[in-house]
Each structure stands twice: as C-alpha cells, then as structure tokens.
C-alpha cells in the first residue's frame, strides 16, 4: 500500500544540477521525516538531508551543504531534493525513506542512480 517513487536521476557533467522527486502514497505525509539517503559503489549508505514534517526544519550532511536543498509540498505529498554543483565524489544511488507514525514506521524508495562524469 505504502509507496516512495523517486524520479529525476541520471547523467550530468560535473558543475551541473538535478532535481530529485519522491512522491509518497498510502500514508499520512505530513506526520513523516523526509530522508534522502545515498550510496556510492563500495561505500556504505550515507545520510545526505532530512527535512521535519510539522515545521519542515532540515539537516545536511556537511560534503553537500551549500549545494544541495531538500524541500517538501505537503499538498502534494512530494520530497525534493535540489542538487546543485554537482561533482564526481556525488554519484551514487539515491534514496528516499519515511519515518513517522505510530509505531513509528519506516519506509524506502526504490533508488535512483546519478551520475555525475565529463
């Protein structure tokens, strides 16, 4: 019933920008701390933002601060994540995750690659 389906990867030359998208269903949106999450070929899973789902306040890992921006639209039930100055060290697959609720739950998304190469 829960699903996070991100869209927006793929290749871009170093200097460059994407945009991100995870559109959520099946659950209550606004009561979830928003995730994006990261990793790298032979590197572990990383935490790359977050954003609050109340008062929308953000973290960021300290390799992508100033650079990118995380965001939500909670009408639209939607997480981005605004990836600029893009460099090499960036690619990886990017993931999506949920946390909130009750118990509390936890969800993911499927990834999405970027790369980032002349």
């Known amino acids: 019933q829960v699903q996070l389906v991100e869209s927006g990867g793929g290749l871009v030359q170093p200097g460059g920008s994407l945009r991100l998208s995870c559109a959520a269903s099946?659950?209550?949106?606004?009561?979830?701390?928003m995730t994006w999450y990261r990793q790298a070929p032979g590197k572990e899973r990383e935490l790359v933002a977050t954003?609050?789902?109340?008062?929308?306040?953000?973290n960021y890992a300290n390799s992508v601060k100033g650079r990118f921006t995380i965001s939500r639209d909670n009408g639209k039930n939607t997480v981005y994540l605004q990836m600029n100055s893009l460099k090499p060290e960036d690619t990886a697959v990017y993931y999506c995750?949920?946390?909130?609720?009750?118990?509390?739950?936890?969800?993911w998304g499927q990834g999405t690659q970027v790369t980032v190469s002349s």
């Open positions: 995750n949920a946390v909130g609720g009750w118990a509390p739950r936890e969800f």
């Open positions: 954003i609050t789902g109340t008062d929308g306040s953000t």
């Open positions: 099946g659950l209550t949106f606004v009561l979830y701390t």
